[in-house]
């Protein structure tokens, strides 16, 4: 008896609440992350001054970095739902590791290229695998802690100019390895998060073996299959339509304002960052803002919400484009963290394909995108294009066709 109750003493316990510490220190790792992936297109200049390539192999880089960080997200996170393994963290942050060193050091452009795709690596383990730590911390503030978790990131991307300004534009390439400093600090966040994250799985493991151990579980039926195939579809789609249109306005849209009121870039530069810190506001706010009023609803107001401010942006004068890029940007980005939740309540026990999906892929396809509007600006002009992409958040009025969050709520019954 006495050896059962120190057995039982000894498991690993479930932590059910909302684990704060867990959730600001994975944010906080996103961001050095984020940081790290960011600088490197910002650096773009400096590597075509001190190798001088030309634009192509450029883009190159840029696609590597994309492609490598987003579409092997899905992989990684299909692979360690099958088999779970929370010290593949840190040993993403190893390849992040490497590859600034290798980009420090790199002479020309293949060692560059192979530097990068070790940045993407380490990306494309960092993110399924981070928001599978957030869903584990998360207890049942799951929207409020997906938005801790993303804020993080977007804090990172938006830190990448003014680090590149303080380091690459006074000591040049080898001013990466600066970076390889945020990739360590990461590291030893990670260690502590991977024990953390491997004692709730351990928990959870056990705790599902007791439910099951006289049952066996039941199948889905065929026609939840066909369900949840399509609300999959449709949530992809919603991404890549927000993605594409989030391209258009941060690329493209400052050279409209310069093209059309004349403004200078510098003040160009002021709407991206409207834009982006807008949307760092909405990403925080909307994940709360789903654990109240549902998950569907936020995704539906963050597209059809901002369809008027999208269409009237190409057509108001700058001075008040301020204020219209200012709450474009928070309600578009409302659902970013949101829709990260809903994939992985749709897709129960693949919590990591769930994020790879809606945080990897949908940006490499957001990232082609972009490569889609210059070409089409290319074909048919810089003003076309922007107010033809003013109608891509009307792809919102998909999200209706989306399983309603009391039917996911009884799907996972």
């Known amino acids: 008896m006495q050896t ?43 590597l ?18 994309n492609m490598t960080g987003s ?53 494309a383990v960092f993110h399924p695998e981070g928001s599978r730590v957030v ?29 590149t300004a303080l380091i690459f534009v006074p000591l040049g390439q080898f001013g990466a390895i600066w970076f390889t400093v945020l990739a360590a600090v990461a590291f030893v966040v990670l260690l502590f998060i991977a024990a953390w994250s491997k004692g709730q799985l351990q928990a959870r493991s056990m705790a599902k073996a007791n439910k099951t151990e006289h049952k066996q579980p039941a199948k889905w039926p065929p026609e939840r299959y ?38 200078s870039i510098s003040e160009a530069q002021i709407y991206i960052f409207l834009f982006l810190a807008a949307g760092a506001v909405g990403t925080f706010v909307g994940g709360p803002l789903a654990d109240r009023f549902g998950k569907k609803k936020v995704i539906l107001f963050s597209m059809l919400g901002s369809v008027p401010f999208a269409l009237a942006l190409p057509f108001v004068p700058h001075q008040l484009g301020y204020l219209v890029y200012l709450i474009n940007g928070f309600i ?8 990260v939740v809903y994939a992985q309540e749709l897709l129960p026990g693949k919590v990591g394909m769930a994020s790879g999906l809606t945080i990897g ?44 969050d009391s039917q996911l709520q009884e799907w996972a019954q």
């Open 4 to 46: 059962q109750v120190t057995t039982e003493q000894t498991r690993p316990q479930v932590d059910n609440s909302t684990v704060y510490k867990v959730l600001f220190a994975i944010s906080f790792v996103h961001l050095l992350n984020d940081s790290v992936q960011a600088v490197i297109p910002a650096i773009f200049p400096i």
């Open 48 to 65: 075509q001054e001190s190798m001088g390539l030309t634009f192509f192999q450029l883009g190159m880089i840029g696609f590597a970095l």
């Open 71 to 123: 579409v092997m997200q899905p992989v990684v996170g299909y692979y360690t739902d099958k088999r779970p393994s929370p010290y593949i963290l840190p040993l993403g942050m190893v390849c992040t590791f490497l590859g600034m060193l290798g980009l420090a050091l790199a002479s020309n452009f293949a060692l560059v290229l192979g530097a990068v795709i070790f940045v993407g690596l380490g990306s």
């Open 135 to 163: 869903y584990l911390a998360a207890g049942q503030k799951r929207g409020l802690a997906q938005s801790i978790f993303q804020v993080g990131g977007n804090g990172g991307q938006s830190l990448a100019p003014i680090m």
């Open 226 to 263: 066909k369900a949840v195939r399509m609300a999959m579809f449709i949530l992809l789609l919603f991404i890549f339509a927000r993605s594409w249109y989030h391209a258009g306005v941060t690329n493209y849209y400052p050279f409209y304002l310069i093209q059309t009121y004349g403004i």
């Open 332 to 339: 578009i980005l409302s659902s970013f963290s949101v829709t």
């Open 361 to 404: 892929l949908a940006f490499g396809m957001g990232a082609i995108g972009s490569l889609a509007l210059g070409g089409l600006i290319d074909i048919f002009g810089l003003t076309h294009i922007i107010i033809a992409s003013a109608f891509l958040p009307l792809v919102g009025i998909l999200a209706y066709l989306l399983p309603s």
